[in-house]
């Protein structure tokens, strides 16, 4: 069977081939090329894909992992209903089987190839549960592969457990693969009540400690997770993490060619906490608030920019500052030549002065 051939730059359109309810509040859905060719879709178990959907009448792009497993006719996606979740909640509500939608290619460094010994253990929460799954359900269809795999997701009730069924199944058919679950509220299941302490953790996976760490979920499950997997030993080497929120702020300023000129007062009041955000190319600027995301200024603009994940994962908003200063939150997926030259993820670049840009 052919692959499907993704482009180095740019979109495809897929069609919404299958769409199914996996809870109350997910929906599983697979994508498929429009002509209906059977082509092999190709990524790393764990990457995700940029989807672009239109929504009144404007173009809005997400990241979202990919649940699925390589070589197969169609890529497979899980979306829940999140708050104020406007392509999200579309998703879940709106769309439609048959229906068009654009896709970037599989990117992400968050991936079963990054090394790991013969024993890992997955950890996820909510609809990180995605990445991991893929992860596992590649590890287990390779029948040379003797990785032992301890699943272990933590969820509010029982019925909002992605995939539950799927997994029980694969625990059952496969000797070196272990899956626990951790309910908020466990009323009516064999299920542990409470959060994955550490005693939790040990309790479910008593080699914890001495496994590589695939992890993925909301940024405070995240924390929690590798703080308790630092104290309990494990070699911090082997663990690996997967989060659309975004981190800290790594407080990269960056001042480059930088010009002000200010005259009165009240020019320096308002210099301090406004700032102007340039694209010559497309003859378009905008006013931005000192410290405030650049893309948001990028989209006031409207310039064609595309913010998937919106913290600084995917890569999608990668442009290049050539004036100006800024600090950054994320250097995912830029190169160290790149960084050197200016180059930023608006979604996680926050404005701290006039400032010109360069559009991928």
Same mark, same amino acid.
């Given at each position: $069977?052919?692959?499907?051939?993704?482009?180095?730059?740019?979109?495809?359109?897929?069609?919404?081939?299958?769409?199914?309810?996996?809870?109350?509040?997910?929906?599983?859905?697979?994508?498929?090329?429009?002509?209906?060719?059977?082509?092999?879709?190709?990524?790393?178990?764990?990457?995700?894909?940029?989807?672009?959907?239109?929504?009144?009448?404007? $173009?809005?792009?997400?990241?979202?992992?990919?649940?699925?497993?390589?070589?197969?006719?169609?890529?497979?996606?899980?979306?829940? !209903?999140?708050?104020?979740?406007?392509?999200?909640?579309?998703?879940?509500?709106?769309?439609? &089987?048959?229906?068009?939608?654009?896709?970037?290619?599989?990117?992400?460094?968050?991936?079963?190839?990054?090394?790991?010994?013969?024993?890992?253990?997955?950890?996820?929460?909510?609809?990180?549960?995605?990445?991991?799954?893929?992860?596992?359900?590649?590890?287990?269809?390779?029948?040379?592969?003797?990785?032992?795999?301890?699943?272990?997701?933590?969820?509010?009730?029982?019925?909002?457990?992605?995939?539950?069924?799927?997994?029980?199944? $694969?625990?059952?058919?496969?000797?070196?693969?272990?899956?626990?679950?951790?309910?908020?509220?466990?009323?009516?299941?064999?299920?542990?009540?409470?959060?994955?302490?550490?005693?939790?953790?040990?309790?479910?996976?008593?080699?914890?400690?001495?496994?590589?760490?695939?992890?993925?979920?909301?940024?405070?499950?995240?924390?929690?997770?590798?703080?308790?997997?630092? &104290?309990?030993? $494990?070699?911090?080497?082997?663990?690996?993490?997967?989060?659309?929120?975004?981190?800290?702020?790594?407080?990269?300023?960056?001042?480059?060619?930088?010009?002000?000129?200010?005259?009165?007062?009240?020019?320096?009041?308002?210099?301090?906490?406004?700032?102007?955000?340039?694209?010559?190319?497309?003859?378009?600027?905008?006013?931005?608030?000192?410290?405030?995301?650049?893309?948001?200024?990028?989209?006031?603009?409207?310039?064609?920019?595309?913010?998937?994940?919106?913290?600084?994962?995917?890569?999608?908003?990668?442009? !290049?500052?050539?004036?100006?200063?800024?600090? !950054?939150?994320?250097?995912?997926?830029?190169?160290?030549? &790149?960084?050197?030259?200016?180059?930023?993820?608006?979604?996680?670049?926050?404005?701290?002065?006039?400032?010109?840009?360069?559009?991928?």
């Amino acid at each position: $069977m052919n692959p499907f051939q993704w482009p180095d730059n740019g979109a495809v359109s897929l069609i919404c081939k299958r769409k199914w309810a996996e809870t109350s509040t997910s929906v599983s859905v697979t994508l498929a090329p429009e002509s209906g060719e059977p082509l092999c879709f190709d990524f790393i178990p764990g990457q995700f894909i940029t989807l672009g959907i239109e929504i009144d009448g404007k $173009m809005e792009y997400r990241a979202y992992s990919l649940s699925s497993i390589p070589h197969q006719t169609e890529l497979q996606l899980t979306i829940k !209903r999140v708050v104020d979740g406007k392509v999200s909640n579309y998703i879940v509500d709106s769309l439609q &089987e048959g229906q068009t939608v654009s896709v970037l290619k599989p990117a992400g460094e968050f991936h079963i190839e990054q090394p790991h010994g013969k024993r890992i253990v997955l950890l996820s929460a909510g609809c990180g549960i995605t990445p991991v799954m893929s992860m596992a359900k590649t590890l287990l269809a390779d029948k040379t592969d003797t990785t032992d795999i301890h699943f272990i997701h933590a969820a509010t009730e029982l019925e909002q457990v992605i995939y539950h069924q799927e997994l029980l199944e $694969m625990a059952a058919s496969h000797k070196r693969f272990h899956f626990d679950v951790m309910l908020e509220n466990a009323q009516g299941s064999e299920y542990l009540e409470g959060r994955l302490t550490q005693a939790a953790l040990k309790q479910f996976c008593p080699d914890i400690a001495e496994r590589s760490a695939f992890l993925c979920g909301p940024i405070g499950f995240m924390a929690a997770m590798q703080e308790n997997l630092s &104290e309990l030993g $494990m070699n911090m080497d082997n663990f690996y993490q997967e989060s659309f929120t975004p981190a800290e702020s790594e407080q990269l300023e960056v001042a480059l060619n930088l010009e002000v000129t200010l005259g009165s007062d009240a020019d320096k009041a308002q210099a301090i906490s406004n700032a102007t955000v340039f694209v010559p190319a497309f003859g378009a600027q905008a006013e931005a608030k000192i410290g405030s995301a650049l893309i948001d200024a990028l989209e006031a603009a409207k310039v064609p920019v595309i913010a998937a994940c919106r913290s600084g994962i995917c890569g999608s908003c990668k442009c !290049r500052v050539v004036k100006g200063a800024f600090t !950054r939150t994320s250097t995912a997926t830029l190169t160290d030549d &790149e960084i050197d030259n200016g180059f930023v993820l608006a979604c996680s670049c926050q404005v701290e002065s006039d400032v010109e840009v360069a559009l991928n």
